[in-house]
């Protein structure tokens, strides 16, 4: 009760303004984190990444990362995993471990009065994790539930289509949850080598947004995170793109096709990407003053909803789409789209689109800015993606600065309607199954 009072008074007492003063902090051991003071609460988050994860997976062991991520909070040290949870609620403390692609991720957040103690509990965690077996079999059988389910999701059964055409045996191909086979074949070794893979400083990314100051930041990390091994695991290489334009149809039985949809991409440091950024709003945002929700959902109802999104990677970049359709429609909607991504191509924005976008992406920027955890959230992402420490500042400038030749020249570029691919999973009519 308390933690949650703590998160309703922070969202009130932080201004909703992407102007934080953020501040670099390095430790006395030398490890750096970005910081936001915020006093009026006594309260905390802290926000722990490391880059790598789930692509780390050595060959034959997809879902290891996912699996040992999942563990870090099963017992540690002394605690088993009902000892573990009692011991964090006691503190009021709340810890979550999380996977994804390229990061394994660490979000905390502590009161003030139990912080030193928070601390010790989450460094258990992080250096002496227990992986007990009975708590490996139990987790086991949770991913594998989840990979069970994915089988029956037409959603996500789509993705993970895209993906294995995409990118092949690179890690980006296959689910990070792994798969049936090879997470029923994970030993405990297994886990132990992702374990010492993952959790490195070499890797590491911080954010502290709350009431700590500087001084104290900087004793909690050589703390928390001074022990970890100073690297582990090598990255993946670069994910080569392997899929041309075209249909690839999955059959399911289902009466509404899912169809999920996309190209490469451009990178996040390309100087070329606000204005990728703008045109890929006006293309598929997801508001409904967007182009596809325009042609596909409002003037023939051909779905309820299509989006696009830009999804620079560390290892590869795309730009992706998804709507589903009635088995009957799916065709004709794929080909709005494809007329869609070839009008744009060429004929690029008008004034009055690019204007109304300019304001919608500036004005809600600063909406994203509402906490200590989503704080704490940009802030690492901003780390990671390698941009600076006056990025909140400085970004809707940026985007003002995109002109209506910019957007023509940057569609011109990253729009092939040629290349664009569209996996179906359903029972479409009018599109045959295979290529």
């Not at 984190?33 to 722990?48: G, K, M, R, T």
Request: with cysteine; charged share 20%; glycine share 10%.
């Amino acid at each position: 009760m308390m933690l949650r009072l703590a998160f309703a008074l922070i969202c009130l007492a932080l201004p909703l303004r992407a102007e934080v003063p953020i501040q670099s902090v390095t430790s006395p051991g030398g490890i750096t984190a970005w910081l936001v003071e915020a006093h009026e609460i006594p309260f905390a988050a802290l926000e722990i990444r490391f880059r790598g994860g789930t692509s780390l997976d050595a060959p034959g062991k997809r879902g290891a990362v996912n699996l040992m991520t999942a563990l870090l909070e099963e017992g540690a040290d002394d605690l088993d995993a009902q000892g573990f949870a009692e011991a964090r609620d006691d503190l009021a403390a709340d810890f979550r471990f999380r996977a994804s692609t390229d990061a394994l991720s660490v979000s905390t957040r502590m009161l003030t009065e139990n912080r030193d103690k928070a601390v010790e509990l989450l460094r258990s965690a992080l250096l002496t994790p227990r992986f007990d077996p009975d708590a490996l079999e139990r987790v086991r059988g949770q991913v594998l539930s989840g990979i069970r389910s994915d089988a029956k999701d037409p959603q996500a059964l789509a993705g993970q289509v895209f993906d294995a055409a995409a990118f092949g045996a690179h890690p980006y191909g296959s689910s990070g949850d792994g798969s049936l086979e090879s997470v029923a074949a994970l030993t405990r070794d297994d886990i132990l080598a992702a374990y010492k893979g993952a959790l490195v400083r070499d890797q590491l990314y911080v954010a502290a947004v709350g009431d700590i100051t500087a001084e104290d930041l900087g004793l909690l990390l050589d703390r928390l995170l001074g022990d970890l091994p100073a690297s582990g695991a090598a990255l993946p290489g670069r994910a080569e793109w392997q899929l041309g334009g075209g249909v690839t149809v999955q059959d399911f039985p289902t009466p509404q096709s899912v169809v999920v949809f996309g190209h490469q991409g451009i990178e996040r440091d390309d100087p070329d990407f606000f204005a990728a950024f703008i045109l890929n709003e006006i293309l598929g945002g997801g508001r409904f003053s967007a182009r596809l929700m325009t042609e596909v959902r409002e003037k023939r109802g051909l779905t309820y909803g299509v989006s696009t999104y830009l999804a620079p990677m560390d290892h590869a970049e795309t730009m992706m789409g998804q709507f589903s359709a009635d088995n009957a429609k799916a065709a004709e909607a794929i080909g709005i789209v494809q007329a869609e991504w070839a009008k744009l191509a060429t004929e690029g924005v008008t004034e009055a689109e690019l204007a109304a976008t300019k304001t919608y992406l500036t004005g809600s920027y600063p909406l994203r800015f509402d906490g200590n955890g989503p704080i704490a959230n940009i802030l690492v992402g901003m780390q990671m993606q390698g941009l600076s420490i006056d990025y909140a500042t400085t970004r809707n400038a940026q985007i003002e600065a995109v002109t209506l030749d910019d957007v023509a020249r940057v569609a011109k570029r990253l729009l092939l309607p040629e290349s664009l691919h569209f996996v179906v999973v359903g029972q479409p009519t009018g599109l045959e199954p295979g290529n």
